[in-house]
């Protein structure tokens, strides 16, 4: 069936170093994305979403860029701290019920 | 600090016993959602409630079972569990159901069972 998912289930960088964390999806009926980061112990934290008529979000240190030509999405962290180590999921909406469907993660560490 | 507060934050139970898992939030959300997430892997939807009544059940077994009194709380009850269902249960808000938004998420309940 279609799902989401993950091109890296590990990512190393260096402290100050830029992260690009990516994500397919198959369902090209998808208009809506999350990303979520979530650290140890905790539950998901909302990062930043994008609509499916754009094709780049920019927050504080984050930006989203999704490419629906070859269903694409991506998270780019810049300046990469400590606190950014946890696992990131993309998520999908799936139909018209808010409900998401989360990809398999990627563990991002930092290293000082 | 999360908006979204479950309780307890771990619980250990036997095979036979009943527990109930609980969640509150007053951010005036209307949909409520119940995940399941095992270690490494992403979170797995079981129950989306709309303004109190039940939207979507993802064939989820009966020994799960939930209930939503009222629109601030959400609550999954627990009867005759398998080994198999321990895992980080997580519960989730949104203003709505009817457009896209993020969902909240509360930092779950740990459960063992024994």
């Known amino acids: 069936g279609e799902s989401v998912g993950l091109h890296l289930p590990t990512l190393s960088v260096q402290e100050g170093d830029n992260s690009i964390i990516n994500c397919a999806y198959s369902n090209s009926a998808s208009d809506y994305f999350i990303w979520y980061k979530q650290e140890s112990g905790k539950g998901p934290q909302f990062i930043i979403d994008?609509?499916?008529?754009?094709d780049k979000r920019q927050g504080q240190r984050v930006t989203v860029l999704l490419n629906k030509t070859v269903k694409h999405l991506s998270l780019q962290i810049a300046a990469t701290q400590p606190g950014d180590s946890a696992v990131y999921f993309c998520a999908e909406k799936m139909g018209n019920n808010n409900d998401m469907r989360f990809g398999a993660g990627t563990r991002l560490t930092v290293k000082p | 600090d999360t908006e979204v507060t479950q309780t307890p934050k771990h619980l250990v139970m036997g095979m036979t016993n009943k527990k109930s898992l609980k969640c509150e939030q007053h951010m005036g959300h209307r949909a409520m959602y119940w995940y399941k997430q095992k270690a490494k892997k992403p979170p797995e939807l079981m129950f989306v409630y709309s303004y109190e009544k039940l939207s979507i059940n993802e064939s989820v077994p009966s020994r799960f079972s939930p209930e939503c009194p009222n629109s601030s709380l959400l609550n999954l009850h627990l009867h005759a569990l398998q080994p198999e269902d321990s895992a980080l249960y997580l519960c989730?808000?949104?203003?709505?159901?009817?457009?896209?938004?993020?969902?909240?998420f509360g930092d779950g309940t740990r459960l063992s069972i024994l």
């Open positions: 989730a808000s949104s203003q709505a159901l009817n457009r896209p938004q993020p969902q909240h």
């Open positions: 994008i609509r499916s008529n754009m």
